[in-house]
């Protein structure tokens, strides 16, 4: 060991990490020999977690606060090395900081379009994109499982794994949920909600908390999207001859404005030829050729007979005409229809009173003999 070696081993060490990368989520404190001294002061700050590992083996857990490394708070590595009382030697030992906060936006998407089946457009491919944020949720855990012996371990070491997961399940959810295309845009909140719950016991196995997934688009392929765009345009233009004619009195006008051009003028004056015998037309069309219906048929009337104080009907007048042949109704009869005030007898009625025979006038008087005429 040299001189400075010796010199800086008398002085009490100072352990601690300020994180200025804003991506590392562990790093192992690096020192000479990994030598700690007896009783050097362990600064944790908040957003902190720190770990003693011992020959390979994780030992004393330390949250935010500062510590003074004796046996009375190392009691993992007391029992692990057998200090006996009084022990002020220094010691071999690795440090190891874990950020907790959240890392936040770190990206997912579909490298490879991802088939469905959709109930309107029939076999699509979908391509989905989003953000996600994940904190170390169980530290011994995730140095165990993931980070090894990596002194200094970021997102990127673990993005592309966390990627392939994500994408994994959210393949299977979306082809479950039979969501219409066009509906999916309605439904992002449940799906990363749904999602963000399905993946979180897989995210756990690695000592990691995913506290938040957001599917931000879900798109068709680029062709398909423009037939879309153009499929929309037309139920947005509505009438094609009237879209045609409005855009032909449009160029009209444009030609109009910009009189200067020998070519605008040629197809303004074609546009105008073309608009006037469209118009001319129009208002030569004869008013006779225009289709006309007959006017309805006039409403049949029926009538109500009043038989032994009873109203009877209705019946038409076809069936009434009968009755007075047949003698049923008689000139005395009473009758009622939507044209009569009240009750009438059916000579009365002009349409029935040829249907009664005439009743001959009385006959004269006799005269006597002597009676002079």
């Known amino acids: 060991m040299g001189i400075l070696d010796k010199l800086f081993g008398e002085f009490v060490d100072v352990i601690e990490w300020l994180d200025d990368s804003g991506d590392t989520m562990v790093y192992r404190f690096e020192r000479y020999g990994n030598e700690i001294k007896y009783g050097a002061k362990l600064t944790v700050r908040e ?38 009382h009084g022990f002020e030697s220094p010691f071999k030992a690795e440090v190891y900081f874990f950020n907790m906060h959240r890392f936040v936006d770190l990206k997912w998407g579909t490298k490879n379009p991802v088939m469905l089946r959709d109930k309107e457009f029939g076999a699509v491919r979908l391509r989905a994109f989003g953000t996600y944020c994940v904190r170390i949720q169980d530290p011994l855990t995730f140095i165990k499982e993931i980070v090894g012996t990596n002194g200094h371990f970021r997102t990127e070491d673990i993005t592309d794994q966390l990627r392939n997961l994500i994408l994994s399940r959210f393949a299977n959810i979306l082809g479950e949920s039979n969501i219409p295309v066009l509906d999916l845009a309605a439904n992002y909140d449940d799906l990363s909600e749904y999602i963000t719950a399905k993946i979180a016991p897989e995210f756990q196995e690695y000592g990691l908390e995913i506290t938040k997934l957001l599917v931000e688009n879900i798109s068709l392929p680029q062709s398909v999207e423009e037939a879309l765009d153009r499929r929309t345009s037309m139920g947005v233009i509505g009438n094609l001859r009237d879209y045609t004619e409005f855009q032909a009195a449009e160029a009209m006008k444009a030609a109009a404005e910009n009189p200067s051009g020998g070519a605008s003028e040629g197809i303004g004056m074609g546009m105008g030829f073309a608009m006037a015998n ?6 030569s069309t004869p008013q006779s050729q225009t289709p006309t219906s007959p006017p309805p048929l006039p409403a049949r009337l029926n009538y109500y007979v009043a038989v032994n104080g009873q109203q009877t009907g209705p019946i038409s007048v076809t069936e009434l005409i009968d009755k007075i042949k047949s003698g049923s109704v008689t000139s005395d009869t009473l009758i009622w229809n939507q044209k009569l005030v009240e009750w009438t007898a059916a000579s009365k009625v002009p349409e029935l009173a040829s249907h009664f025979s005439p009743s001959p006038p009385p006959l004269p008087t006799n005269k006597s003999p002597d009676q002079k005429i």
């Open 47 to 84: 957003s902190q977690v720190a770990i003693l590992v011992n020959e390979g083996r994780a030992a004393d857990y330390f949250e935010p606060g500062m510590y003074e490394l004796k046996t009375s708070n190392m009691p993992i590595m007391t029992t692990l090395e057998n200090w006996p």
């Open 278 to 283: 469209k118009m001319g037309e129009s208002l």
